[in-house]
Structure formats: structure tokens, C-alpha cells
């Protein structure tokens, strides 16, 4: 049997020896952002996400072995394990072919073919299936049984079917090949549910609908999915899509093949059929269809969880506008515009509340308190909030700025996607215990955008708002994998340890909540840690949390120099031997790319630091504490253009792409209402993924294709060269009118659109049906 360090480096194409180097390490304790970056010499180079993979096949190929051992030792005590079936199970190589194999074995409740059975049928059913020259109605007279409920033929018969159908159910090698066969052929089949038309108007689209399963896109089957629990949708898989159901199907055409049935007229061959064809219908066809809808809904879940977390590392690790004075406003109109002013570091200055907009309408006023704040605490930045009243009050600001000498305030329009969750959240409530909850919210906005990676991970990630039907997948894998983007992309960036939140700090490698509020305890009661091996003295962080979190942990203008970089203390003498190559000192050398280039990497490696941990202390030493996050840019959202009743079909706007789906990303415009690019609108190229185009964060420029105001539905595309192709009398009805019925032009379910009409431009024919989309991912 293949090990599992051997299975491992066959699927991640690498060497067994790296894999085995791996699993010492995570077994020793160590985390995968700390292998990835200091055991490179033990890994031969593993990056993290060869390790993250690594790390949950791990996991699953364990739980399979421990699965298979108790599966063996199971069957071995009731005698039944031939050499053969214990090869068997020893070459599964995953769950459901495991439990394939111990069906027959399986203790199960009494069925009624096991009552068959304890009548003493067995034999017949052997007879029956083996002789199809045996007429069954008279063989079945000599197993008559009245007191066991087997006084006819008849009776005989249909329990012998029980028998058979159950024989043919755990069938592992059957099992298989119908699998094999319905992933390859059948369509998952979507209709309405008999008199709920109008409470599921929203699931229109799968009212009667039929596609490939191996083909149902991740949105697609989770909308389907989620319509199937509320009730409005039934779901089945059709293995002969088209054909009469009294038909015989190209399953039972399986079964049949596979025990050999070659039927020409013999006795037994009716009786036969129709066990196969019960065997089928009642019995293999529902347990499959149960099956494969449940592998679906993973693999679907599997896919929206992947998006989700590709959605958040680009926001984790968007561009920090850096260590600058900041302003922050939450919109509002009844209850005011909260303002919040945090210093460089981010710690709180002054709060107030404006009520610029109606009904109080005190515009000059909130204008003079904006300049007044803005002069007396330097303000270089103001973060906006995209929420309610974001574009008046943005209005408001381009005012302020105007009436300001210093000109090089910029604003910025900032997502507040959960800060709101944050304002109510214990953290918070931690933090500003005595700051009422709809200020904390601004303080949120201000400091996200000095630095995003530190603010957002004092938010659920799952109420920032870049996810794909999140609600619909498992809670505890979406957490467990939004837990390790945010660890990776913390410890790729690192942690400045004398001003990082506990909140920041939990997640460095290494470190947990008990200890990142040591550390918070030991900087308040002892001031400033001055290099890292003070770290050592904190509370609960001993050798093991240390070696794990001191790369990660930055110390500026520290007593040693290297503390503020990412080599590691572990290899600080790797350096002294630089420094005395070098004949010059720390502060020479740190930064100094002509005098590094005076190394290699060869003459310095030994036995315990090798030449790849080398070349990385070169490569941190030339560029010191170096951000992978790109430089700060902001988006010009143009003037005039505040809601969506201000767009027009062709205008030409910068945006932020806001999230990403499968089928394409979703724009911010600043009109509250986020405009979707499909996927076949993003360049003249085919692509399979938005992602390989672009990412949250980014700043893009579209042009606007269809704007319907009613349904709040904005389509655009990023090929600006299209043409738009709809009609004038269509733009005029949707438009001007704001009337548009949203209806458009769709192949029939199953249908392939025409073959011309595929290859026209992204326009209002990209249409409604990923408008639709749009609409069901964004509930």
C-alpha cells in the first residue's frame, strides 16, 4: 500500500522527501506561514500553498486510514475477510469507495431482505440468478413458508427480489461504474414546486430547468440548492435525459451488463428484468441521486468558498495609504455624518457628530466644522463610507477641500462593509469603551484606510462582504479557510509589535489570543519592547511560540537593527558572519545592494543553514521589512454621478471592483449600487476565470451597457471598443422611462444560444439572465 507521504508527493507533484519534511514539521507544531518562509531548507522549498493543500490531504488521508483500520478489524471479527477484500480495502483511496466495499458488512438494521434470508430464500435467489432456465413461479413452490409470511409464490418471489435488489446494492465494483456513468451523462433536473409560482417568482430561472451535472456552474447549483430548502424547487438527476420513463434505461442496461444478463426468452429472464429494474428505480437510483447532489453541494461549496477566500486576501492585502493623520466620515442623513480623527499610529483624537444633509440641512456649518478639525489636527486624509448619503457627502468634502490651504488633503470613498459589525462587537467595545457604538464605526473607516490588513482582521470575515452565497455553505470550512488567508497574509506583511492590536497580533504565527493579550498586557505595564527577545519574558509565549511568531514581529527603531526585518533571530549569526565578510556593520550593509552583491550565498551556508536560507537573508537584507501590498491609488469617481438614475447607456466611469464571482465582478461606481462586468465582457480573449483579470481592490475602468433603475440592475463591460448594439427604442423605454421589464431573450433550458449570438459584443444582450445572477448572489 502506497504511504501516505508517497500518495501526497504524487498529487502535489514533488518529492516524497519534501512531503515527509512537511509532516515532521506540522506534526512538531510548527504553522504553514512559518515553514513557508524559514524551513525552506527542509522542504526543498515548499511555498504556502503547497502546504495549505498539503495540510488538509493530510488531515483526510489520516481520517481515511483510521477509517479503513476499524472497517478491517470489523469484518475480520465476523470472519469475513477473504485476502481479496482486504486488498481491496487496502487500495481504496477514498471515502466512498471505502464505504463501498463494507456495505455488504455493514451492521444494519433488519431489512426485508435479510427476513428473506432467515426464511430460507437464499438459496432460490442463488438458483434464479445463476439458472435463468429455472422457472421461478415453480421453484418458488418449494419454499413456501405461511408462518413466515411466504404462503404463495408470489410472496416467494418478491422476497427473493428483496434478496437480489440488495445484493446489487452493495456492489461496490456497480456501485462504481453508475457513478462513473451519471457524472459523465445524467442532468440535474430543476422544477417548481406545484403551486408556488408566486412565492418563488425569484427562482424563476429553475422553474424548468435541465443541465449536465458535471457541468452546473458553483452559483448555479447553490441557488438551485438553496430554492430546494425553502421549499419552491424539487431537484432530481435524469441519467436519460428525453426519454419515456417507461423506457429501459441506460442504468439498468449497467446492471445488467455487469452481472452478465444476456436475456433471449429463458424462464426466469421477466422475473429478472424487473428486478433490475426495482433494483434501479427504487433502490440504486435515490441512494445515488442523494449521493451525488451531496457531492455537488460540496463541490460547489468548495468552489464559493475558494472565491470568498481569493475575494479577501486581495482585500486583505490592498495598498495601506500609510502612517498619516486621518479623518473619517460614516454617512448619514437623519442621524448625521459621524466624524473620527485618528492619529499616524492610529490612536483616536476626536469624535463629533455633522448633520450636513436633510432634514437639519446645516451645510455651511458642517462645512466650517470639517475645515476647523481638519486645520487644528493636520488632517492629511479623509476616508469616506460608501453607505447611505456617501456621494452627498462626498459633495460636502470636495467643499471642504476647496476652503482648505493645505491642498494636498486627498479624499478617498472607503468601503464600510462591516464596520458596523465591528461598532457592536466586544473588540470594540474593549477598545473604546466609552465611545458611543455609531462613532466607533468612523474610527473603523479611518483605519482602514491607513492600513486595511490591520483593520479588517478585527472583523468577522464572513460580514466584509466578498463572498459568494455564504450563507449557504459550511460555516466551519468557510471559517477554517478564511482563518488561513488571514493568517498568510498578517505573516507575509508582518507585524509591528509596539503598536499592533491583540486583535492583529493573534494572528501572527505561532501566537493566540492568550498570548496577543500578554503582549498588549507587558507593552502597557512595561512600555515599549525594545528588541525581540524580550518577547521571552511575556507571559505563556515560550520557546516553541517564539521560535514560531519572532520573524513575523517587527520592532522599529529598536536596539538591533534586524529586529525590524524579516530574518529571523534564529539566523542572526548567519549574519555577523556577513558583516565580518563584509568587514562593516549592520547599518551599512541593511539596505546596500552593492555591497550584498559581494556575497554568495555558497561561502557562508552550513550544515544547520543551508544556501536557500541564506539567499533569503540576503534578499530581506537588501530590502528590509520590504510590503508585498502594491502602492495607494485611489479611484476617481466621476462628478455628477451619485445615483443610479445618473448613469447612462455608454458613459465611461472609473470604478473599484468590489468582488468577484464566478461569472464575472462586480463595479463600484459610488452610486450605492454596484455594476457587474460578466465574465465574457472582460476582454476580447477567453478567460474561465474573472480572477485571472482582475481582483477586489483593484480600480478599473467600464463602460456602461444597460441600466435598469427599477430593479437596480447595472451592467457593464470592461472591453470599451464594444459597440452597444441595443436599440434606441430600448434604451429610450429603459431609461428615460425607468420602465424596463427586464425581459430578454433566452435559449430554452438546456438550449445552446445561437452560434452568431455568442459572439456578440457585451451589451444589454449579456443580459438579464447574469443580471439575474447578480441579483441572487447579492441576497
Not at 417568482?201 to 458535471?214: C, G, I, P, T, V
Not at 448619514?332 to 455624518?337: A, D, E, I, K, M
Request: hydrophobic share 40%; net charge neutral; aromatic share 6%.
Amino acid at each position: 500500500m502506497t504511504t501516505i507521504a508517497e500518495q501526497l508527493a504524487q498529487e502535489l507533484n514533488v518529492k516524497t522527501a519534501q512531503v515527509n519534511a512537511a509532516i515532521n514539521l506540522l506534526d512538531d507544531g510548527a504553522t504553514v506561514p512559518f515553514i513557508a518562509r524559514y524551513r525552506k531548507e527542509a522542504t526543498q522549498g515548499l511555498d504556502d500553498n503547497h502546504l495549505r493543500q498539503l495540510a488538509q490531504r493530510l488531515a483526510y488521508l489520516r481520517e481515511l486510514n483510521e477509517r479503513r483500520q476499524v472497517i478491517l478489524t470489523n469484518i475480520e471479527q465476523q470472519g469475513k475477510l477473504s485476502v481479496e477484500l482486504k486488498a481491496q480495502l487496502e487500495q481504496a483511496d477514498n471515502k466512498t469507495r471505502l464505504e463501498d466495499l463494507y456495505l455488504p458488512y455493514r451492521p444494519k438494521r433488519r431489512t426485508k431482505g435479510q427476513m428473506a434470508i432467515e426464511a430460507g430464500l437464499a438459496p432460490l435467489a442463488d438458483l434464479l440468478f445463476s439458472d435463468w432456465s429455472v422457472n421461478p413461479e415453480q421453484a418458488a413452490l418449494d419454499y413456501l413458508n405461511t408462518e413466515l409470511g411466504y404462503g404463495d409464490a408470489e410472496q416467494v418471489l418478491e422476497g427473493v427480489s428483496y434478496i437480489l435488489i440488495e445484493r446489487f446494492s452493495e456492489d461496490a465494483n456497480l456501485l462504481q461504474k453508475l457513478r462513473r456513468h451519471l457524472k459523465k451523462q445524467a442532468h440535474m433536473v430543476s422544477r417548481v414546486v406545484k403551486k408556488k409560482q408566486q412565492e418563488a417568482a425569484k427562482y424563476q430561472d429553475y422553474f424548468d430547468h435541465h443541465e449536465l451535472l458535471s457541468k452546473v456552474p458553483s452559483h448555479r447549483a447553490l441557488a438551485m440548492l438553496r430554492g430546494r430548502n425553502e421549499g419552491f424547487l424539487n431537484l432530481s438527476i435524469d441519467v436519460d435525459p428525453g426519454q419515456e420513463a417507461s423506457a429501459y434505461s441506460s442504468a439498468e442496461q449497467i446492471i445488467s451488463e455487469h452481472f452478465s444478463f444476456r436475456f433471449s426468452g429463458q424462464a426466469a429472464a421477466a422475473f429478472l428484468t424487473k428486478v433490475v429494474r426495482l433494483a434501479w428505480k427504487a433502490k440504486l437510483s435515490v441512494s445515488l441521486e442523494t449521493e451525488l447532489l451531496g457531492q455537488l453541494r460540496e463541490r460547489a461549496e468548495t468552489e464559493a468558498i475558494n472565491v470568498f477566500a481569493t475575494n479577501l486576501k486581495d482585500l486583505l492585502m490592498a495598498a495601506p495609504a500609510g502612517a498619516k493623520v486621518t479623518l473619517g466620515l460614516d454617512p448619514g442623513l437623519r442621524t448625521g455624518c459621524k466624524i473620527a480623527i485618528v492619529s499616524d499610529t492610529g490612536k483616536l483624537l476626536h469624535t463629533t457628530t455633522i448633520f450636513p444633509h436633510a432634514p437639519q440641512n446645516n451645510w455651511d456649518k458642517s462645512v466650517r466644522t470639517l475645515v476647523n478639525l481638519c486645520q487644528q489636527h493636520k488632517v492629511e486624509l479623509i476616508a469616506i463610507g460608501n453607505g447611505t448619503a456617501s456621494r452627498e457627502s462626498d459633495k460636502l468634502v470636495v467643499e471642504v477641500l476647496e476652503q482648505l490651504e493645505q491642498k494636498s488633503v486627498k479624499k478617498v470613498l472607503v468601503s464600510e462593509a462591516g464596520a458596523s459589525v465591528y461598532s457592536a462587537s466586544e473588540l470594540a467595545a474593549n477598545e473604546f469603551p466609552d465611545l458611543d457604538v455609531s462613532l466607533r464605526g468612523a474610527v473603523s473607516i479611518a483605519r482602514r484606510l491607513q492600513d486595511p490588513l490591520a483593520e479588517l482582521v478585527k472583523i468577522d470575515p464572513k460580514a466584509i462582504g466578498v463572498g459568494q452565497y455564504q450563507h449557504d455553505v459550511s460555516q466551519s470550512q468557510l471559517t477554517a479557510m478564511l482563518d488561513n488567508v488571514i493568517e498568510d497574509c498578517v505573516n507575509a506583511v508582518g507585524v509591528e509589535l509596539n503598536s499592533a492590536s491583540a486583535a492583529l497580533l493573534t494572528r501572527v504565527s505561532g501566537l493566540n489570543k492568550t498570548m496577543a493579550q500578554n503582549i498588549v498586557r507587558f507593552r502597557d505595564e512595561h512600555g515599549r519592547f525594545n528588541n525581540r527577545k524580550e518577547l521571552k519574558k511575556v507571559a505563556r509565549l515560550g520557546p516553541k511560540a517564539f521560535e514560531q511568531s519572532a520573524g513575523f514581529l517587527r520592532i522599529a527603531n529598536g536596539d538591533n537593527p534586524l529586529d525590524q526585518s524579516g530574518v529571523h533571530p534564529e539566523t542572526y549569526p548567519v549574519v555577523e558572519k556577513m558583516l565580518q565578510a563584509l568587514n562593516s556593520d549592520i547599518a551599512e550593509v541593511m539596505g546596500n545592494s552593492d555591497k550584498l552583491k559581494q556575497l554568495t550565498a555558497q561561502q557562508l551556508a552550513d550544515e544547520q543553514f543551508g544556501v536557500i536560507t541564506v539567499e533569503d537573508i540576503i534578499a530581506e537584507l537588501e530590502k528590509p521589512g520590504r510590503d508585498p501590498r502594491p502602492e495607494f491609488k485611489t479611484a476617481n469617481f466621476k462628478e455628477g454621478i451619485n445615483t443610479i438614475n445618473d448613469l447612462q447607456v455608454g458613459m465611461i466611469l472609473e470604478g473599484v471592483v468590489s468582488n468577484v464571482a464566478n461569472f464575472g465582478a462586480f463595479v463600484d461606481l459610488g452610486v450605492h449600487q454596484d455594476g457587474l462586468v460578466h465574465i465574457s465582457a472582460m476582454t476580447n480573449k477567453f478567460i474561465s476565470d474573472p480572477h485571472d483579470i482582475v481582483k477586489a481592490g483593484d480600480i478599473v475602468k467600464v463602460k456602461v451597457t444597460e441600466v435598469e433603475a427599477a430593479r437596480k440592475r447595472i451592467s457593464l463591460t470592461m472591453r470599451l471598443d464594444d459597440a452597444i448594439s441595443a436599440k434606441p427604442a430600448q434604451q429610450k423605454k429603459s431609461f428615460d422611462n425607468k420602465k424596463s421589464n427586464g425581459k430578454a431573450h433566452q435559449p430554452k433550458s438546456g438550449q445552446r444560444p445561437h452560434k452568431n449570438k455568442a459572439k456578440e459584443p457585451a451589451n444589454a444582450a449579456m443580459g438579464n439572465a447574469f443580471a439575474d445572477a447578480l441579483a441572487k448572489l447579492k441576497k
